[in-house]
């Protein structure tokens, strides 16, 4: 038999008037032990002392990495991942940061020092060269008509910073990026921002992350078809490496009223060129297998 539910009351005349200093003694205990389940990181950069969007924060402890939100901030849940906690702070263009995440602070202000190694490196085209655009990549929606549930995101995993994308296989010229074209079939989110990022490739694999401009994106829920990316004015290139990898990382996911998972389906088609490639959080290897999805990009190639 289960347990009667126990109301305490003080009487007065035989009235019983529950005290309002109890019910704002358990609302304040309550409210003290949800804040002391979390600690707000507010990250920013050092110099000019402004937030630093969707930096990547790191629990190496749980191999578990996420990214924050477009002000910089992120919370980690102190229930889940125990004090004193290891913590590293990174974003692209900045120097790494550590701290130990201790019983007795709520909040910390974390600043990340920029990095000049990994500056954008300026390339002059040949004078001389034969300009011609070309496209690299899977250009076609739908070979197979196979729908390719990409990722289920849910609470768990929403802010983990998944990433996934394609190794491309161009030319062996110097090649100048003007566009980067995905096609979607159904988003059941309201509204996700990406980041894309390009690498060089080693073993068929994503390796050393090529330096460019930050390239962030939203995907709204009534997205479909093909979505194009303008990047001819970021002046990226590409250098005689024939593979390169695209990659597109997940920053932020807000899922539709009420729902607490969504999912990005794609057409997925099996190749063994242009192949997929992706990874759930940093910690993990690169997965890379026979198949692709619908991402292509445009470049002038200087021949």
């Not at 829920?221 to 290139?237: A, P, Y």
């Amino acid at each position: 038999m289960s347990k009667p539910h126990r109301f305490f009351y003080f009487y007065n005349q035989n009235k019983p008037i529950m005290k309002n200093t109890f019910l704002l003694f358990v609302c304040t205990l309550v409210t003290q032990i949800i804040t002391a389940q979390n600690i707000n990181l507010q990250i920013s950069d050092s110099e000019t002392k402004e937030s630093i969007e969707f930096a990547t924060v790191l629990l190496p402890d749980y191999k578990k990495s996420f990214v924050s939100n477009e002000k910089g901030i992120f919370m980690i849940d102190t229930n889940k991942y125990k004090l004193p906690l290891k913590v590293i702070v990174e974003q692209f263009g900045f120097n790494q940061k550590e701290i130990t995440l201790q019983n007795n602070t709520s909040a910390y202000n974390i600043f990340l020092d920029p990095a000049t190694e990994v500056l954008q490196e300026l390339i002059i085209p040949p004078a001389n060269a034969k300009i011609k655009e070309r496209t690299y990549g899977r250009t076609k929606e739908g070979w197979d008509n196979i729908n390719f549930e990409l990722t289920n995101f849910d609470f768990s995993n929403k802010d983990s910073g998944t990433e996934f994308g394609l190794i491309i296989n161009t030319n062996k010229y110097l090649k100048k990026l003007k566009k980067v074209n995905w096609h979607i079939n159904v988003v059941t989110f309201k509204k996700a921002v990406f980041n894309l990022q390009f690498y060089e490739v080693e073993n068929n694999k994503p390796s050393k992350r090529i330096p460019h401009s930050e390239i962030n994106f939203t995907v709204s829920e009534n997205q479909k078809g093909w979505l194009v990316i303008n990047t001819e004015d970021l002046d990226i290139f590409f250098d005689g490496t024939k593979k390169i990898a695209a990659i597109i990382k997940t920053q932020k996911v807000d899922f539709k009223k009420g729902e607490k998972e969504a999912t990005l389906i794609m057409n997925a088609a099996f190749t063994t060129s242009n192949m997929l490639t992706m990874r759930s959080n940093l910690y993990e290897k690169w997965e890379t297998g026979p198949a692709s999805f619908p991402l292509y990009i445009t470049v002038d190639s200087y021949e």
